[in-house]
């Protein structure tokens, strides 16, 4: 049975988990994925820019969708506990586990194109940082969402461009290692 390419890309994210290397890789970039995000500029107090997310980006080129997913998942969970900012709630934990699952579906086992950058962000920047987080937000701290909303699209979209080329700074220095070649 023929499967599709979307199905066949999961397949391999998820062999890839099996891996030993594969897993000393996403641990060490989970480590700098906390230690990026732990420095922060606010530009608010409800506002902040890490550059963790490269770290993410980065795991989802090199190993796919599901090991990005849970890589996602595990920073958020280590990064609430080592560095807490509040109670821990598992909204925040689902939105990283699907920008892992976004940037898997668009940068892994691709030649990345600046479309890809583009399309992968937007899609992360609208879905997960905008609607999702900041229901979560309205959910855990009582704000409502339309009030919080405007604030969270102009943050995004002022990183957006910036976001932008750091990721495909980011790709094209990944094509270049010879260890992402191997992988």
Same mark, same amino acid.
């Given at each position: 049975?023929?499967?599709?390419?979307?199905?066949?890309?999961?397949? +391999?994210? &998820? %062999?890839?988990? +099996?891996?030993?290397?594969?897993?000393?890789?996403?641990?060490?970039?989970? %480590?700098?994925?906390?230690?990026?995000?732990?420095?922060?500029?606010?530009?608010?107090?409800?506002?902040?820019?890490?550059?963790?997310?490269?770290?993410?980006?980065?795991?989802?080129?090199?190993?796919?969708?599901?090991?990005?997913?849970?890589?996602?998942?595990?920073?958020?969970?280590?990064?609430?506990?080592?560095?807490?900012?509040?109670?821990?709630?598992? !909204?925040?934990? =689902?939105? %990283?586990?699907?920008?892992?699952?976004?940037?898997?579906?668009?940068?892994?086992?691709?030649?990345?194109?600046?479309?890809?950058?583009?399309?992968?962000?937007?899609?992360?920047?609208?879905?997960?940082?905008?609607?999702?987080?900041?229901?979560?937000?309205?959910?855990? !701290? !009582?704000?409502?969402?339309?009030?919080?909303?405007?604030?969270?699209?102009?943050?995004?979209?002022?990183?957006?461009?910036?976001?932008? &080329?750091?990721?495909?700074?980011?790709?094209?220095? =990944?094509? +270049?290692?010879?260890?992402?070649?191997?992988?």
């Amino acid at each position: 049975m023929q499967h599709s390419p979307l199905c066949a890309s999961f397949q +391999r994210s &998820a %062999a890839a988990l +099996r891996r030993t290397q594969t897993l000393a890789l996403t641990g060490i970039l989970i %480590a700098m994925q906390l230690a990026f995000s732990s420095v922060a500029v606010y530009v608010t107090s409800n506002v902040r820019i890490t550059f963790g997310f490269l770290t993410i980006a980065a795991t989802a080129a090199l190993f796919g969708p599901v090991v990005a997913a849970v890589h996602g998942a595990l920073a958020d969970v280590l990064a609430c506990f080592l560095f807490p900012a509040g109670a821990y709630f598992p !909204g925040y934990t =689902l939105s %990283a586990m699907l920008v892992g699952l976004i940037y898997g579906l668009f940068f892994y086992r691709r030649e990345v194109r600046l479309w890809h950058v583009l399309a992968a962000q937007l899609i992360v920047d609208l879905l997960c940082h905008v609607l999702l987080n900041t229901l979560w937000r309205s959910v855990t !701290g !009582g704000s409502a969402m339309m009030a919080l909303l405007p604030l969270r699209l102009l943050k995004n979209a002022l990183c957006y461009p910036v976001n932008c &080329a750091l990721l495909y700074g980011l790709h094209r220095l =990944l094509r +270049r290692l010879p260890l992402a070649q191997r992988l």
